[in-house]
T-cell receptor, first 113, second 115 residues
Framework: EAGVAQSPRYKIIEKRQSVAFWCNPI?????LYWYQQILGQGPKLLIQ????????DSQLPKDRFSAERLKGVDSTLKIQPAKLEDSAVYLC???????????FGPGTRLTVL | AQKITQTQPGMFVQEKEAVTLDCTYD???????LFWYKQPSSGEMIFLIY??????QNATEGRYSLNFQKARKSANLVISASQLGDSAMYFC????????????FGTGTRLQVFP
């Protein structure tokens, strides 16, 4: 079974530029999550989708961050414009119904200069 | 107050020895779950073990076991027979509430296994 796929693995941009990350969850997993992990901290949930609907985006900075999950499979997370403090690893995870564990992708390491 | 506290920033253990990584949690909800994840330098979070608040027995998965002490609100991870490949960051996490799957993570413990 293929795991959660993410791309790109690394991205370097300058502040005020925009960036997008892509995630393909494990096949059949209805729930998809985006986390932000700042260096030295644990991951923090940004947004959660159930199929193509948003379940929780309470911690998403909506003035600059957006996310979508068209057709309930792949998802993209966008930052526009980026700030220095957005430098972090962005992790995507997915979960199947009936199980509590979330499976994570390799993450995208974003550096904002 | 911190929901998940991991007080050990770093731990060292010799190969083949057992090691305990500490985790305490804070919740007033009777229904919750506790997780441990491993994060190697490659960055991926690897699920290790899960304990539900109503589970009667401590969870075990191969060399991993979770020492669940409900009254003390602790959920320590025990790794037996450490291997060099166990060197990584370890995160404790909690979901809080009967129907919630939102995870709250601790700050992690870096484990280094030496020969």
């Amino acid at each position: 079974e293929a795991g959660v796929a993410q791309s790109p693995r690394y991205k370097i941009i300058e502040k005020r530029q925009s960036v997008a990350f892509w995630c393909n969850p494990i096949s059949g997993h209805a729930t998809l999550y985006w986390y932000q992990q700042i260096l030295g901290q644990g991951p923090k949930l940004l947004i959660q989708f159930q199929n193509n609907g948003v379940v929780d985006d309470s911690q998403l900075p909506k003035d600059r961050f957006s996310a979508e999950r068209l057709k309930g499979v792949d998802s993209t997370l966008k930052i526009q414009p980026a700030k220095l403090e957005d430098s972090a690893v962005y992790l995507c995870a997915s979960r199947t119904s009936g199980m509590w564990e979330q499976f994570f992708g390799p993450g995208t390491r974003l550096t904002v200069l | 107050a911190q929901k998940i506290t991991q007080t050990q920033p770093g731990m060292f253990v010799q190969e083949k020895e057992a090691v305990t990584l500490d985790c305490t949690y804070d919740t007033s909800d009777p229904s919750y779950g506790l997780f441990w994840y491993k994060q190697p330098s490659s960055g991926e979070m690897i699920f290790l073990i899960y304990q539900g608040s109503y589970d009667q027995q401590n969870a075990t998965e191969g060399r991993y076991s979770l020492n669940f002490q409900k009254a003390r609100k602790s959920a320590n991870l025990v790794i037996s027979a450490s291997q060099l490949g166990d060197s990584a960051m370890y995160f404790c996490a909690m979901r809080e509430g009967e129907n919630t799957d939102k995870l709250i993570f601790g700050t992690g413990t870096r484990l280094q296994v030496f020969p």
